[in-house]
């Protein structure tokens, strides 16, 4: 039974399940409660900014908590965090004080991020190779459903303030249940393979963990990575276009969802894992030109801007453009977003499935996710602050926009090296210690095949551990 409980898939599902009761909840009614647009109808970068840095921050601090702390310390902070938001928008509702739900805002979203780490870092190290794909994918839409789901109820809202305070209460009793199912996932040194392989559960010091981060941009695929990690983010930032409607927003959602699809491809065994990883590379840079090329024919297309007043700011200037291409270009328009969503979500997809090939050690893995995570957000930042200068910059800016189009071909380029070294399982990181005297190379019954790599410096102290 203990085996049972400490298994991969029923950890998987605690984690899931954590997941529903905060992040799911706040994505799916975030919007709905403060009776807010969604942010991706926002017409300026005002949130940006501040939203980008903690992103990043926190992306290298779930390095660290991740190894230190342990995923599950992070998680019950995430979920606390989520009480206690849900909290303020009561308060907000009560007293009209917004002092308290700014706070509790930024609280939040840093243990969101750290919490995306710690996710990531589980769903790529539990799985066994034939489930991994498929795992990963399932966590991403499961916050990409919620996020369309919330972003549709808040544009047709009309509710009145009363039932979205009920609303709002419903949310927070979900929520008290987090920190419940968060406790009940078990320490990663506990959770044990079907073929009775243990994770790695290397013990480690602030100061090792600083040094191996330090060491990992000495890597030679963390270094092949970090152009990838950078290039598609930044073209992404540089060559945004707002979304005028719920429409556009509900087309990008859909649009991510394809990684379901990739995910099957990689995960189903009708080739080897590196064929299948060069494919769905293939795949990935189809996507991303493809909406790299509607992104630029969309910003050149001929818009007339003589209507533009001089007196007009930022916001009236975008609502016009917008109503231009609506009418003159609409077809256009949402093939775009639609194209952007499935480029977005392969992008991030497929870097973390590739880490994912590389090391199934969990502190490795965390160094990964948290500089991925890291430096997207940079990549996004810069782009975005680089036009917010540019005058009409969604319509004249192409320069840049070509720039980084080129980044991201090079940085495919540069990624197909690693994807060439990809074997048919993780041995050259594969740091397990043995809990009986079976043979080094263990077949589980999925048919999958794992060798067992005992680390001279790995300690692992366990009741059971023989």
Not at 99 to 127: K, M, W
Request: hydrophobic share 50%.
């Amino acid at each position: 039974m203990t085996l049972r409980y400490n298994s991969p898939a029923v950890q998987l599902s605690l984690l899931a399940l954590t997941l529903l009761l905060t992040t799911a909840v706040r994505r799916l009614l975030n919007s709905f409660l403060m009776h807010e647009p969604p942010n991706n109808i926002n017409l300026t970068y005002d949130s940006y900014l501040p939203t980008s840095i903690i992103s990043c921050v926190a992306g290298f601090a779930g390095i660290f908590l991740a190894n230190l702390a342990g995923i599950r310390s992070i998680l019950l902070f995430y979920s606390f965090t989520s009480i206690l938001y849900l909290s303020s928008i009561i308060v907000v509702y009560q007293y009209d004080h917004y002092t308290f739900h700014t706070a509790c805002n930024i609280i939040n979203s840093a243990a969101y991020d750290l919490s995306r780490v710690a996710t990531l870092v589980v769903v790529l190290a539990y799985p066994n190779e034939r489930w991994k794909a498929r795992a990963l994918a399932t966590f991403l839409i499961l916050e990409y459903f919620a996020m369309t789901m919330g972003n549709i109820i808040a544009i047709s809202d009309h509710s009145s303030e009363n039932s979205r305070l009920h609303s709002t209460i419903a949310a927070l009793c979900l929520a008290c249940l987090s920190p419940f199912v968060a406790v009940a996932i078990a320490p990663t040194h506990d959770v044990v393979r079907n073929n009775g392989v243990y994770l790695i559960a290397r013990k480690t010091t602030l100061r090792d963990e600083i040094k191996e981060t330090i060491r990992l941009f000495k890597n030679k695929y963390m270094l092949l990575l970090l152009p990838y990690m950078f290039c598609y983010p930044f073209l992404f930032g540089v060559a945004y276009i707002p979304f005028p409607n719920i429409e556009a927003i509900v087309l990008y959602d859909v649009g991510r969802l394809i990684v379901v699809f990739t995910s099957q491809m990689l995960d189903v065994q009708w080739a080897s894992r590196r064929t299948r990883g060069l494919m769905a590379l293939l795949i990935t840079s189809i996507f991303c030109t493809a909406s790299s090329i509607l992104t630029i024919v969309m910003r050149r297309a001929h818009m007339d801007l003589s209507g533009i007043k001089p007196s007009w700011g930022e916001t009236e200037i975008l609502a016009y453009v917008m109503d231009i291409a609506l009418s003159e270009y609409a077809a256009l328009m949402y093939a775009t977003y639609f194209f952007a969503g499935v480029a977005s979500s392969s992008v991030e997809f497929y870097g973390f499935w590739v880490m994912g090939t590389l090391t199934n050690d969990l502190k490795a893995s965390a160094r990964f996710v948290g500089t991925f995570h890291s430096v997207m957000s940079i990549g996004g930042l810069i782009g975005i602050e680089l036009v917010t200068e540019i005058p009409h910059h969604y319509t004249t800016s192409n320069s840049l926009t070509y720039i980084a189009f080129g980044m991201s071909l090079i940085s495919f380029m540069v990624l197909f090296v690693v994807v060439q070294s990809i074997t048919e399982s993780n041995d050259w990181t594969l740091g397990r210690m043995r809990n009986s005297s079976a043979p080094d190379t263990l077949s589980s019954p999925d048919g999958s095949s794992e060798t067992v790599a005992v680390i001279a410096e790995v300690k692992y102290q366990h009741h059971n551990n023989v």
